[in-house]
C-alpha cells in the first residue's frame, strides 16, 4: 500500500468513520464514507464534494507547445482558446488509444491534461522532440463539487464567478488564489497544496445548510458512468506498447473524440481501423455486473460490453457498450440475460433522479437502427 | 507515367531502386550529397597511394536478380571464399563449402564436431532455404517444421545455439563472428547464422565474393544501368528536409533551397536520418521516435593495412576470423556497450592485391566496438589501431615490420537492430508512418547488409502503390 495523501486526506480521515480506503495511482482514497448508493444518489438531491487530486495532471509549457498538442491528441487543442479545454484521446503510433483526458488551455503557451490514468513516458518523451517543458502537477490539489446545489452552496462561500462549460476561471476567493473550473460532473476549485485544507473547511461551512456530503470513490465512478463518462484504466485498458493495435477508437466506440481533419499521432492507424463506431448505453436486466462479452440480437453477435454497474438512481445495471453496423431496436442479449441500448448519458448530473422509463424517454430514438 | 520520384543516396541500394523504378517508366531523381556515387563503395578513404571504400570489403548478400536483371555482367577476383579461422597454436581451421573438406580441417580439433557438421549444415541450411521464401521475396513460410524451427530460434541466443552445437572453440569463435557486431547473447540472435547461411548458399551471387576491381566496380556498373535507363543522378545535392503535409511526402527539398517535388520518395539513408533528421518533430509517429532515439551501440570498425608483402598465413584466399573463444564473445560486446575497446576483439581479415605498391591490402573488420567509445574516436582510435596489430603480431611473427600505411573507418551509426524485423514483412520495413515515403537501403533489410534486394524490392511496392494511385 502506497503511503501518497492527496492534499486533502486530513479530512478525508476525519469524515471516513468506516476506514474504507482503497489506492488509485498510488493515492490512498475514501472508497466510500459510510454508503455508496446514499453518496452516489445525495449528487442528485443535493451537493456533494470529492477528491479529484489524485487524477494525473501534467502541464506542458514552452517550445513549440502548439505543435506538440495538435499533434500529441486527437482533437486540435491549439485552436483552444485559454481558459477552455477539449475532451481528448492520444493514440499510439499504429492509431490505438493509450489513453484519453480533458486538456485545458492555461494560457498562450500552457496546457494541462488532466487524466485519471497517467501515461507519463508517453507524452513527456514526445514533449521532448517539441523542446516542450513537461512536468507533473501532483502537488496540487482538486476538490470537485457535485449537484444541483452546488452553485448555490459556491455563492453561499462567496464566489460569485462561472466558468464557462468545459472551462476554467482563475479567481481570489477571500485571500486564496484558486481556480474554479466546470470540467466534469460539476464545478472544480483547484487549488495548491497548502490551501487544500481551507478549502475544503469553507465549502463544508458553507454547505452545510445544503446538506452538503463529501462522496468517496465508488460513488464518483457511478456518477461518471451514469453521466456517460467512459474512462481510461476503469472502463478500458488502453494500448500501453507503442505500436500495439488495440484498443482502438473504433473498438471503444470513441470516434467523436476524433477529429478527421485533424492531424494527429496514429492517424493513419486509425484510419485504417475500418469504420466508426459509436458507444452507447446499455440498461440490463442482470443484477450483478457484466464481464466485457459479445452482445446478441435473435442470437447474431452485434456488438460488446466493455463495462458495467450498479446505478443507485436508475435501480439497476447499467453498461457501456459498442455496437457494429446498424444496431437494432429493442432488446438485445448478453448471455441470455436481456439488454436495453440507450444512449448516452444515461442520466445527466445536475437534474432531479428520474425513473429508469424516463431517463430511456429522455434518449428516445438511440435503440434506433442508424448508420455508423 | 505518375509523377516523379525522388531517390536519396546513390549507394548501392539507392541507386539499384533508381534503375528499377526508371525501367518501369517513371521520371526519378537521384540525390547524393557526395561528389561521387558509390556511398559506403566509394574509393574515399585514402590509404598510401590510392584510396579504399569505407564499406564492405566483401559482398555476401548480393542479391542474384539484382546481378541478373540489371545485367551487371560482374566477374569476381574471387567467390565462395571459405571461412579460415585462424588458431593460437597448429594450422588453421579450414571451412570452405565442401563439406567433406570442412569435416577433414574439423577432425584433427574435435572428433564430434567433425561428425557432427554435415548433419548441422544439412539440417541448418534445408531451414535457411526455407527462410529464404521470407528474406528473398514476399513470401510465407509453408513447412510446419520450419515454422516450428524459426519459433526457436526466435527465442534462442547465438551463444546458446553455438555452444549447443559444437565443442571446438575454434570452430565456435570463428562462427561467433558474423554476429558480434549485434548482442551475441541476445534472444533471437541465433537467427543471424540462419541469415548468413541464407546468403551463402547460393553461387549465383557469389556469395562471400569480391567483384573484380573491388565495390566500386560494381558502383559504376550499376550507374552506368541507372543512367541508361535514364535516372537523372545529381551529385551534391545534400537533402534538407522532406516535404510532407504531416501525413504524407510530397517530396524533398535539398540543401541549397530547390524544391524536388515528388510522388514518391525512397530513402536509402538509415531509419533515423530519414524519419527524425528530415522530418519536423513527431510526424513520423512518437513511438517510431523513441525507438529511434538511441542507436546501435555497437558496430564494426575497419582497420586498412597496406603490405609490402603478403604474410604466409593469409596466401589462401579466404576469410579469416581470428578471435579467442565464444564464452568472450558476450563480455567483449558488454566492454563495447559500455564505451570501452573490449580486450577479446574478434577480427575478419581479407586480403587483397592492390595491383600497385604496397601490393597487399588487409582489410580488418574489427568486432564488436562501440559506436561513441569513451573519449571519442578521435582519442581511440590509436589504442585500437594498436591492439588489433597486437592481436596479428601474435599469430604472424614480425608482421608489423610488412606495415607500409594503414587507415581507420570509424563503426558507421546505424539504427538500432531488431530481432523481431527479421522476420516482418518487405513491406513492414520498406513502408514509413508517412504515406509516400519508402525506405529502400540497409534500414530495410531484415539484417543491415548491402544487398540491393531491399531497394528492388522496395521499387516494386513504390511502383505499385503510384500505379493504385493513378488508377
Known amino acids: 500500500m502506497s503511503l501518497l495523501a492527496t492534499p486533502f486526506h486530513a479530512r478525508a480521515v476525519e469524515a471516513n468513520r468506516c476506514n474504507a480506503w482503497e489506492n488509485r495511482r498510488d493515492y490512498t482514497l475514501a472508497q466510500h464514507y459510510g454508503s455508496v448508493a446514499e453518496e452516489a444518489l445525495a449528487a442528485r438531491f443535493g451537493a456533494v464534494i470529492a477528491d479529484l487530486s489524485w487524477q494525473w495532471r501534467a502541464s506542458f509549457s514552452g517550445g513549440a507547445v502548439e505543435a506538440f498538442v495538435a499533434r500529441a491528441f486527437t482533437r486540435n487543442g491549439a485552436a483552444l482558446e485559454p481558459g477552455l479545454s477539449l475532451d481528448v484521446l492520444w493514440l499510439n503510433d499504429a492509431g490505438a488509444v493509450r489513453g484519453r483526458g480533458r486538456l485545458v488551455r492555461l494560457a498562450a503557451n500552457r496546457f494541462v491534461l488532466l487524466s485519471p490514468q497517467e501515461d507519463r513516458d508517453w507524452l513527456f518523451s514526445a514533449a521532448a522532440l517539441y523542446g516542450v517543458s513537461a512536468s507533473d502537477q501532483a502537488a496540487d490539489g482538486i476538490l470537485a463539487l457535485i449537484g444541483p446545489t452546488a452553485r448555490k452552496i459556491l455563492s453561499a462561500a462567496g464566489i460569485e464567478a462561472d466558468p464557462p462549460p468545459f472551462g476554467l476561471v482563475p479567481l481570489s476567493w477571500r485571500g486564496l488564489d484558486i481556480t474554479l473550473s466546470q470540467l466534469g460532473l460539476g464545478y472544480e476549485l483547484w487549488c495548491d497544496a497548502d490551501s487544500a485544507l481551507i478549502v475544503w473547511d469553507r465549502l463544508t461551512a458553507a454547505g452545510r445548510a445544503f446538506a452538503l456530503l463529501p462522496v468517496g470513490q465508488a460513488a464518483l465512478d457511478i456518477l461518471e458512468c451514469e453521466s456517460g463518462m467512459f474512462a481510461s484504466g476503469r472502463d478500458f485498458t488502453p494500448a500501453r506498447d507503442g505500436f500495439g493495435p488495440q484498443p482502438t477508437p473504433q473498438a471503444l466506440g470513441l470516434c467523436s473524440l476524433v477529429d478527421r481533419a485533424h492531424t494527429f499521432n496514429g492517424k493513419r492507424g486509425f ?30 453477435p452485434i456488438g460488446k460490453i466493455l463495462s458495467s454497474r450498479y446505478s443507485p438512481a436508475l435501480q439497476r445495471m447499467i453498461g457501456f457498450g459498442i455496437l457494429s453496423g446498424s444496431w437494432p431496436s429493442g432488446e438485445v442479449e448478453a448471455d441470455s440475460q436481456p439488454c436495453r441500448i440507450v444512449g448516452l448519458p444515461f442520466l445527466p448530473i445536475g437534474l432531479s433522479p428520474q425513473r429508469p422509463d424516463a431517463a430511456e424517454q429522455a434518449t428516445e430514438g438511440a435503440g434506433q437502427p442508424r448508420s455508423t | 507515367m505518375s509523377g516523379p520520384v525522388v531517390v536519396i543516396g546513390a549507394g548501392l541500394s539507392g541507386l539499384v531502386a533508381a534503375t528499377y523504378l526508371a525501367r518501369a517508366g517513371h521520371a526519378v531523381t537521384l540525390v547524393e550529397k557526395a561528389a561521387e556515387p558509390g556511398g559506403m563503395c566509394a574509393n574515399r578513404v585514402p590509404i598510401s597511394h590510392f584510396a579504399v571504400p569505407p564499406g564492405p570489403h566483401l559482398f555476401t548478400a548480393l542479391d542474384p536478380k539484382v546481378i541478373k536483371e540489371l545485367g551487371l555482367n560482374l566477374s569476381f577476383v574471387s567467390r565462395d571464399l571459405p571461412l579460415i579461422g585462424l588458431r593460437a597454436e597448429g594450422p588453421p581451421l579450414v571451412l570452405p563449402r565442401d563439406v567433406h573438406e570442412a569435416r577433414r580441417s574439423l577432425a584433427p580439433l574435435s572428433e564430434r564436431d567433425s561428425m557432427r557438421f554435415a548433419t548441422f549444415r544439412r539440417e541448418h541450411f534445408a531451414f535457411a532455404r526455407a527462410m529464404r521464401t521470407l528474406w528473398w521475396e514476399e513470401g510465407a513460410l509453408s513447412d510446419e517444421h520450419a515454422r516450428a524451427e524459426l519459433r526457436r530460434m526466435q527465442v534462442t541466443s547465438a551463444t546458446a545455439w553455438l555452444d549447443g552445437a559444437f565443442e571446438s572453440e575454434s570452430l565456435l569463435a570463428a562462427f561467433a563472428f558474423d554476429v558480434l557486431a549485434f548482442s551475441p547473447s541476445a534472444a533471437g540472435s541465433a537467427l543471424l547464422f540462419t541469415w548468413r547461411a541464407a546468403q551463402e548458399m547460393c553461387g549465383l551471387q557469389g556469395a562471400v565474393a569480391m567483384p573484380a576491381g573491388g565495390p566500386s566496380q560494381l558502383i559504376d556498373a550499376v550507374v552506368k544501368t541507372a543512367e541508361a535507363a535514364g535516372v537523372t543522378l545529381r551529385l551534391e545535392a545534400p537533402v534538407r528536409a522532406l516535404d510532407t503535409d504531416g501525413e504524407s511526402v510530397r517530396g524533398v527539398t535539398l540543401a541549397s533551397g530547390e524544391a524536388l517535388p515528388a510522388a514518391a520518395v525512397l530513402s536509402s539513408l538509415s531509419r533515423r536520418q530519414t524519419l527524425i533528421d528530415f522530418l519536423p518533430p513527431g510526424t513520423a509517429g512518437f513511438a517510431t521516435a523513441r525507438g529511434l532515439e538511441k542507436p546501435q551501440s555497437c558496430g564494426e570498425a575497419k582497420v586498412l593495412l597496406t603490405l609490402s608483402a603478403l604474410p604466409k598465413a593469409f596466401e589462401q584466399p579466404g576469410r579469416y576470423v581470428l578471435a579467442e573463444k565464444l564464452e568472450t564473445a558476450a563480455s567483449a ?18 586480403a587483397l592485391p592492390t595491383g600497385a605498391t604496397p601490393p597487399i591490402l588487409l582489410s580488418i573488420v574489427v568486432r564488436p566496438v562501440s559506436i561513441e567509445p569513451i573519449g571519442g574516436w578521435k582519442d581511440q582510435a590509436t589504442r585500437l589501431v594498436q591492439a588489433v596489430l597486437h592481436r596479428l603480431e601474435l599469430h604472424i611473427p614480425q608482421f608489423t615490420a610488412l606495415v607500409a600505411g594503414l587507415a581507420f573507418v570509424p563503426p558507421k551509426h546505424r539504427d538500432p537492430f ?11 520495413r520498406i513502408e514509413t508512418p508517412l504515406k509516400g515515403l519508402y525506405l529502400c537501403g540497409e534500414a530495410a533489410e531484415p539484417v543491415p547488409c548491402l544487398s540491393g534486394r531491399a531497394a528492388r524490392i522496395a521499387a516494386a511496392i513504390v511502383a505499385a502503390d503510384l500505379q493504385e494511385a493513378k488508377g
Request: with cysteine.
Open chain 1, 271 to 300: 484510419l485504417a481501423a475500418g469504420r466508426d463506431t459509436q458507444l452507447s448505453g446499455l440498461l440490463m436486466g442482470a443484477e450483478t455486473p457484466f464481464p466485457p462479452q459479445t452482445l446478441t440480437h435473435r442470437g447474431q
Open chain 2, 333 to 350: 560486446y558488454a566492454a563495447a556497450r559500455s564505451g570501452d575497446i573490449p580486450a577479446d576483439l574478434a577480427l575478419e581479415i581479407v
Open chain 2, 418 to 428: 531488431c530481432i523481431a524485423a527479421m522476420v516482418s514483412p518487405w513491406r513492414a
